[in-house]
């Protein structure tokens, strides 16, 4: 049995207050039957990068967030595959940049601080042509609520943070009232082993969330199980409205140490989804399928595709392994980060 500590950092997917709904799929039909496959072709070369964290499409530049070195992060022009703009450096108030998010509406850019748990914002354009703006603090979620975060995404007036607290899985809190509360139960222990506390099982269902571009809407997948999710916002709550499930969290053991447990993964456990984007009308989530004893288990080739309401659903199978993923805004290229630190671009046929 391999014995991995679990990862601490927590998905918020949020599900029904009174628990989660497993494939509550609203269609007749199996969804992610039709495959398609695509080629991709090489865009941006390692050489000219490094210490990639994340990729982000906004309009017509990608978005390079990077795990350590500054700048933190720098905007490519698609068009033109040239360097237009870097931020963040040693000088600047985010120490670190835990999530990039672009208001349509607004057509402002929101910057999230990890270590600090800050929202940050700028105008768009004015960032893309002058990285060094320094953007101004909006929200101090550590000193509202005296919590941290893993990631903030802001939802209409309303700001949803994800973090490792098992009484819910989202935060929601209320930009005008500076009041907020969890809301929603994960699914129940004995979906992967009774044995687990409320604590280790919350931290089986880490992943990744990301918010419709101008509807207030959330879209979860879950990396250590084969789960996709998807919420509705509204003044109050957030409710899942389409589920998807192939598996729960696989092979999770209970070890104990001294007076303690702790849930470590074993050879039967398999990575479920590794990466999420999105556009207006589609969602991509990248899956691995992989055992974790594979070297590349955080990699995958293929990526389910839905719309917004569930109602079409196809994968496409890329012939590269990536490990990170981009939609441009028309839906037309997909864009993706191999493990050597390439970014290859592939078709999407609709």
């Given at each position: 049995m391999r014995k991995i500590k679990l990862p601490s950092i927590i998905l918020v997917a949020l599900i029904f207050s009174a628990g989660y709904s497993c494939k509550s799929v609203k269609s007749d039909k199996e969804p992610f039957v039709k495959t398609i496959a695509v080629k991709g072709e090489?865009?941006?070369h390692a050489d000219q990068l490094s210490d990639i964290r994340a990729i982000k499409i906004f309009k017509n530049y990608l978005f390079i967030i990077r795990q350590l070195r500054a700048p933190q992060v720098e905007v490519y022009d698609l068009s033109k595959k040239k360097k237009v703009?870097?931020?963040?450096?040693?000088r600047s108030d985010i120490l670190f940049v835990g999530n990039l998010q672009y208001d349509v509406k607004k057509e402002r850019l929101y910057i999230f601080d990890l270590y600090e748990s800050r929202l940050f914002g700028c105008d768009f354009d004015t960032f893309v042509s002058n990285g060094r703006i320094e953007p101004?603090?909006?929200?101090?979620?550590?000193?509202?609520?005296?919590?941290?975060?893993?990631?903030?995404m802001l939802v209409g007036n309303t700001l949803v943070g994800e973090d490792e607290e098992y009484a819910g899985r989202f935060y929601m809190f209320d930009l005008n009232k500076k009041k907020g509360n969890y809301m929603v139960s994960y699914p129940d222990v004995d979906m992967v082993n009774e044995q687990l506390t409320?604590?280790?099982?919350?931290?089986?269902?880490n992943g990744k969330s990301v918010p419709h571009p101008t509807k207030n809407k959330i879209a979860s997948v879950t990396g250590d199980a084969g789960m996709i999710d998807l919420y509705e916002v509204n003044q109050d709550s957030i409710k899942a409205y389409w589920s998807y499930n192939e598996f729960y969290p696989k092979g999770i053991a209970v070890e104990r140490i001294g007076n303690t447990t702790r849930a470590v993964y074993t050879d039967e456990s398999v990575r479920g989804f590794c990466d999420l984007c999105v556009s207006e009308k589609y969602i991509y989530a990248l899956y691995s399928g992989k055992s974790i004893n594979d070297d590349t288990f955080l990699c995958g080739n293929t990526v389910y595709v839905l719309d917004?309401?569930?109602?079409r659903t196809f994968k496409i199978i890329l012939d590269n392994d990536i490990n990170r993923?981009?939609?441009?805004?028309?839906?037309?290229?997909?864009?993706?980060?191999?493990?050597?630190?390439?970014?290859?671009?592939?078709p999407t046929p609709k």
């Open positions: 090489p865009f941006i703009a870097s931020s963040f450096d040693s101004a603090m909006m929200v101090n979620m550590q000193e509202n609520t005296g919590l941290y975060f893993s990631n903030l409320d604590l280790q099982n919350s931290a089986l269902y917004w309401e569930g109602n993923i981009a939609i441009s805004g028309d839906d037309k290229t997909l864009y993706g980060l191999t493990q050597s630190g390439d970014i290859i671009k592939f």
